[in-house]
């Protein structure tokens, strides 16, 4: 089983408030940790950590890099790499599979479906006779909101309208945001992992946004879009087109 670890130098001790302020909060999220001080880690003494049962005798043959800041370090074995079964959450939404430049298949949550609804917790408000779903609550309030735009920009695209944009540096963090719902991933996870390249960004926010099944459904005439109309860009909607800066 493929494992990722986790180096914190110049600590004894790693405590979830501490991971969190490192962007580590997602390894923590479903608790049953394994813990180890290392004294010859690559940057000198500190704490070894992973979600799990952690065979840290290996620590010392992983590949290890450093998160952008050097707070932490991120290692695994070059020869076991972690596969999504290794970093799959205990609860996890139903999606599309994706074929990542890892070469495997990561399934990826469909929380926007093309009349706008979603699939995350909306809270619910009472006006005397019923009940009424509102806005998406919690941490997922920003991620719906992200992917709705990527959908705009995507329907501006084919109407030829500039207005709306998507940089690759937003079209990648949204990715990741989608792969944390299903897995113990962050952005420097992906990053050493090299899950994402320009093609497979793209098709993650596609699956998020339910396109597979949109496309499946147009090919059997069951749904109108607006590659449909005369003049439509059929070829265009398999993909987003994020600007370069």
């Known amino acids: 089983m ?36 290392w004294q010859n880690g690559p940057s000198g003494p500190g704490v070894l950590f992973a979600h799990g049962q952690a065979g840290f005798e290996a620590a010392s043959a992983c590949e290890w890099t450093a998160a952008p800041d050097a707070a932490y370090w991120i290692g695994f074995l070059r020869s076991d790499l972690p596969r999504p079964q290794d970093l799959v959450r205990v609860k996890v939404m139903l999606g599309h599979p ?26 619910l408000t009472w006006d005397g006779q019923g009940w009424t779903p509102e806005d998406v609550i919690g941490r997922h309030a920003d991620l719906f909101a992200q ?13 030829k309208d500039e207005s709306l944009r998507i940089t690759i ?6 990715a990741v945001r989608l792969l944390q719902i299903n897995y113990r991933l ?60």
Not at 147 to 159: I, K, P
Request: charged share 20%.
């Open 186 to 245: 962050g952005p420097a996870e992906v990053s050493v992992l090299g899950l994402l390249d320009t093609q497979t960004e793209g098709e993650i926010v596609l699956a998020g946004m339910d396109w597979p099944a949109i496309r499946a459904a147009v090919k059997k005439g069951g749904l109108v879009t607006p590659s449909d109309a005369p003049g439509g860009q059929e070829d265009s909607l398999d993909t987003i087109q994020p600007c370069e800066t």
């Open 169 to 174: 540096s937003e079209t990648a963090d949204l």
């Open 98 to 123: 994706v074929r990542l430049a890892d070469g495997n298949l990561w399934t990826v949550p469909v929380i926007r479906y093309i009349d706008g609804a979603t699939a995350l917790p909306r809270r």
């Open 147 to 159: 992917l709705c735009h990527a959908w705009d920009v995507m329907m501006a695209e084919l109407a």
């Open 2 to 37: 493929g494992q990722v670890l986790y180096y914190v130098p110049d600590v004894g001790t790693m405590k979830a408030e501490r991971a969190c302020e490192l962007g580590l909060g997602h390894v923590f999220a479903e608790g049953d940790l394994t813990y180890a001080g």
